[in-house]
Nanobody
């Protein structure tokens, strides 16, 4: 059974930093991808960044240069380092996991709230 648990959200001032953590079990397989998505009320979830088991990375333009995604060697912990936070980064951040061979099978974490105050 797949589990994803996010942590690290909170309230931060403009320009501040937060580090989100997603604990995954079991560890990421060779054909799997993990990523961070975010959602604000009334809107769909949007891509923030993704990382493959081979550590190929994709980062959304809106956070390029400010956010960094990484994963540990055991492929069981993923992070999102968020720097120079802006009010528009306020959202619930979700961890997502899927297998590229079975893209219809998607797993989500419960989400963690990030609030950036101006």
């Amino acid at each position: 059974q797949v589990h994803l648990v996010e942590s690290g959200g909170g309230l931060v001032q403009v320009g501040g930093s937060l580090r989100l953590t997603c604990a995954a079990s079991p560890s990421l397989g060779n054909d799997e991808v993990m990523g961070w998505y975010r959602q604000t009320p009334g809107n769909e979830r949007e891509l923030v960044a993704t990382i493959t088991a081979a550590e190929l990375i994709n980062v959304a333009d809106a956070v390029q240069g400010r956010f960094a995604i990484s994963i540990n060697k055991a492929k069981e912990t993923m992070w999102l380092q968020m720097n120079n936070l802006k009010p528009e980064d306020t959202a619930v951040y979700f961890c997502k996991r899927w297998d590229v061979r079975q893209p219809q099978t998607i797993y989500w974490g419960q989400g963690t709230q990030v609030t950036v105050s101006s």
